[in-house]
């Protein structure tokens, strides 16, 4: 068999591997630090996350919660320190160079933030979206057919024969979009993809994110700060001191909701969730443990359908609410 020839097997492989996969992403205890010669900062600090294969899921945090160090895995950019990070169906931790390649070439397409970054400059919209088919040794014509019908898909088909400094911020992010479905990935990662845009182009790209999780089957993982893209998904997840700290599950409510678990308008109940990781650790919210006065420690108690979170009176003091139920 040629190298081509094994290169496609390779590149099939992963993809049938993924399709039977209930969970699209799955991480456990994942721990990544960096090292210099006088510091050590641990990015990641056994991170748990699960993300259902078809779903679309926004993460939020703080600077320096981790959240791009965890895309940065995700990506096949960036290797764990430890723990256990699945994407598809496929272990990345242990990876060689020639495996992350393929991994990045058929399991996974990303949007970066700054929408000129994700294009090449001195190509058209079609031909950056035929690129990766290229790479990937797509016939010429399928490259083509596939490249329009993408364009068309994401609202950019008048886009075709346009260089990105050509096209609106908005544009170029959905052609980008486009791009990264190019070989058919069943995890597209999104990091801030609305961050350089006005609000009305912010929206569009969006609306693509949407479509490429609902029209193309792919799952779609959104890192971002913006509060209207956060409360337009059923699932958030956050993220803080390099933890998975709450989940905010959404009800569609005004309007239908589609099968994916995106809200096509008005959100509806929004309940926050407290995480547990698998040894039962969480992390308590700090609008809890400031109006609590919780410290160091907590006392537990059972109580009739819940589990009481009790502050240390010694560290609280007793002054503030007589109910010390977190």
Same mark, same amino acid.
């Given at each position: ?24 992403? #799955? ?51 960036? =290797?764990?320190?430890?723990?256990? #990070? +699945? ?5 990345? =931790? ?11 070439? =058929?399991?996974?397409?990303? /949007? ?16 950056? /979206? ?32 346009? $260089? ?7 544009? +170029? ?6 791009? =990264? ?28 994110? *949407? ?6 089957? #792919?799952? #779609? ?13 059923? *699932? ?23 099968? +994916? ?21 969480? +992390? ?12 160091? *420690? $907590? ?28």
């Amino acid at each position: 068999m040629s190298a081509e020839g094994i290169e496609n097997t390779d590149i099939a492989s992963a993809v049938s591997a993924a399709s039977s996969d209930a969970d699209a992403i #799955v991480c456990e205890q994942l721990v990544r630090i960096y090292k210099t010669d006088a510091l050590e900062v641990q990015a990641l600090q056994g991170l748990n996350l699960r993300v259902a294969a078809g779903e679309l899921t926004a993460l939020v945090g703080a600077s320096g919660s981790g959240k791009s160090t965890l895309l940065g895995i995700l990506a096949g950019l960036d =290797a764990p320190t430890a723990g256990s #990070v +699945q994407v598809a169906g496929r272990e990345l =931790a242990g990876l060689s160079h020639r495996e992350r390649l393929l991994y990045r070439r =058929a399991t996974v397409g990303f /949007v970066w933030q700054n929408p000129a970054g994700n294009l090449l400059p001195h190509l058209t919209a079609a031909q950056n /979206v035929a690129l990766p088919m290229r790479l990937s040794r797509t016939p010429r014509a399928a490259r083509r057919e596939r490249a329009v019908a993408l364009l068309d898909s994401l609202g950019v088909a008048h886009c075709r024969n346009r $260089v990105p400094a050509q096209m609106s911020g908005g544009e +170029q992010q959905r052609t980008a979009i486009a791009t =990264a479905l190019a070989n058919t990935p069943r995890v597209l990662l999104a990091d801030e993809p609305t961050g350089e845009l006005d609000s009305q182009s912010a929206e569009t790209v969006f609306d693509g994110l *949407r479509t490429a999780n609902r029209d193309h089957g #792919v799952t #779609v993982l959104i890192v971002t700060h913006d509060a209207g893209i956060a409360t337009q998904v059923r *699932r958030t997840v956050a993220i803080r001191d390099g933890r998975t700290s709450t989940e905010t599950l959404r009800r569609a409510s005004l309007a239908a909701e589609s099968e +994916q678990g995106t809200l096509e308008a008005h959100a509806g109940e929004a309940i926050e969730y407290a995480v547990v990781d698998r040894f039962g650790r969480l +992390q308590l919210p700090r609008e809890f443990t400031d109006a609590y006065g919780i410290r160091d *420690r $907590v006392r537990l108690t059972r109580e009739p359908g819940h589990v009481g979170v009790w502050p240390d009176e010694h560290d609280r003091g007793r002054e503030g609410s007589d109910d010390g139920r977190a």
